[in-house]
């Protein structure tokens, strides 16, 4: 029976999904978190945090989460199918302006990766001592957050004033391959405590 929990300008909805076949089992979702990164980290107490309304890899999220088993929240404006799997949550949040960002932001910590393409967001999650891995799987640092922000906002000054400025390259295999390598690797340092 699913049932929806209402949590301040979300709705988190949740359903009792019997385990998949290659899980061999129930794991709880329920996650103990580690600030400090000198610790190693279980599975059970990391978690993927999705910034999903756009977001090109969530098949690829699920495939490792589930092979490392760890949780992943999806976090969307508006409902995004999932597969049923006792790992996976859905959020949705208000349409307000940053409304999946700020849910995000709130819960980022050290036991978290947070997969986004929005740059204000990985700031904000770098910030709360999250990894953060963008889908083209080029990781955000603390060392390159700020070019990326200075780079954001010219941009969108060139904009502003009327300049025709391109986007990124399209989303190809090279990224998708990048990003599950990224994220794997990532997955092992926490766990490793580094």
């Given at each position: 029976m699913a049932g929806s929990e209402i949590t301040g300008f979300s709705i988190q909805m949740t359903a009792p999904f019997p385990p998949a076949p290659e899980q061999g089992g129930?794991?709880?979702?329920?996650?103990?978190?580690?600030l400090d990164r000198s610790?190693?980290?279980s599975?059970?107490?990391?978690?993927?945090l999705v910034d999903a309304d756009a977001c090109p890899v969530k098949e690829e999220i699920y495939k490792v989460a589930w092979r490392h088993e760890?949780?992943?929240t999806i976090?969307?404006?508006s409902p995004i199918r999932i597969p049923a799997h006792p790992l996976l949550d859905r959020v949705v949040v208000s349409d307000g302006f940053d409304a999946a960002d700020d849910w995000i932001a709130e819960r980022a910590d050290a036991a978290s990766i947070c997969i986004t393409a929005d740059i204000l967001l990985a700031?904000?999650?770098?910030?709360?001592g999250a990894?953060?891995?963008a889908p083209n799987g080029k990781p955000f640092t603390h060392s390159s957050i700020g070019a990326a922000i200075a780079t954001r906002a010219i941009m969108a000054d060139w904009r502003a004033g009327g300049d025709q400025v391109g986007g990124p390259p399209p989303f190809g295999k090279n990224d998708r391959s990048r990003f599950l390598q990224a994220l794997?690797?990532?997955?092992?340092?926490?766990k490793r405590g580094r």
């Open positions: 129930f794991h709880s979702l329920a996650s103990t978190h580690c610790h190693r980290l599975p059970r107490s990391m978690k993927i760890i949780p992943v976090v969307s404006n700031d904000r999650c770098l910030k709360a990894v953060v891995i794997d690797e990532a997955i092992v340092r926490l």
